[in-house]
T-cell receptor, first 108, second 112 residues
Framework: RKEVEQDPGPFNVPEGATVAFNCTYS??????FFWYRQDCRKEPKLLMS???SGNEDGRFTAQLNRASQYISLLIRDSKLSDSATYLC?????????FGAGTTVTVRA | NAGVTQTPKFQVLKTGQSMTLQCAQDMNHEYMSWYRQDPGMGLRLIHY???????DQGEVPNGYNVSRSTTEDFPLRLLSAAPSQTSVYFC???????????FGDGTRLSIL
């Protein structure tokens, strides 16, 4: 079983729509969680950290459910520029485990 | 403050050749890692280091060596290049604890 699993998508949504997707992780001792964004196999860039109480950054909302071992990302009012692959990342002390990514395409 | 710098950005090798991918960071991060990313797949950890003089294997270490003689540098050596090592390679660094990782721009490596 992979340590971090994501729905690969693609999620194809119109501008202005809301899109949400999850990521599950297998190690219950995982300490911290992040969402990264990756464009066209360029370097991943940090989108946001994920906190236990949930957190927002503008149009992006992240949630953590430790009991069910998943994290989620919700994007409101989608923009064309949100088209990317979103990587779920789980910190296991010394190393990070990456999901394979969820592809989101926002169409005009 | 350059962040994480990888060189070269592109490289073509012949099967059996060896080479070193360079990675340097100027953020005084203790942790550094090398990943490879193949089409349609996520990042897979090759080797990582938690400080100068300390390295460990990741998920896919075979065919690669690393060393960490300084905090700043973490080179990745391909011992005898194989076509299966054609990939995009990313170097990353971070501070301990729940800190996010910073990535270099990547090295696109093709092995013929």
């Amino acid at each position: 079983r992979k340590e971090v699993e994501q729905d690969p998508g693609p999620f194809n949504v119109p501008e202005g729509a809301t899109v949400a997707f999850n990521c599950t992780y297998s190690n219950s001792a995982s300490q911290s969680f992040f969402w990264y964004r990756q464009d066209c196999r360029k370097e991943p860039k940090l989108l946001m950290s994920v906190y236990s109480s949930g957190n927002e950054d503008g149009r992006f909302t992240a949630q953590l459910n430790r009991a069910s071992q998943y994290i989620s990302l919700l994007i409101r009012d989608s923009k064309l520029s949100d088209s990317a692959t979103y990587l779920c990342v789980v910190n296991e002390v010394y190393k990070l485990s990456f999901g394979a990514g969820t592809t989101v395409t926002v169409r005009a | 403050n350059a962040g994480v710098t990888q060189t070269p950005k592109f490289q073509v090798l012949k099967t059996g050749q060896s080479m070193t991918l360079q990675c340097a960071q100027d953020m005084n991060h203790e942790y550094m890692s090398w990943y490879r990313q193949d089409p349609g797949m996520g990042l897979r950890l090759i080797h990582y280091s938690v400080g100068a003089g300390i390295t460990d294997q990741g998920e896919v270490p075979n065919g690669y060596n690393v060393s960490r003689s300084t905090t700043e540098d973490f080179p990745l050596r391909l011992l005898s290049a194989a076509p299966s090592q054609t990939s995009v390679y990313f170097c990353a660094s971070r501070s301990p604890g729940g800190q996010p990782q910073h990535f270099g721009d990547g090295t696109r490596l093709s092995i013929l």
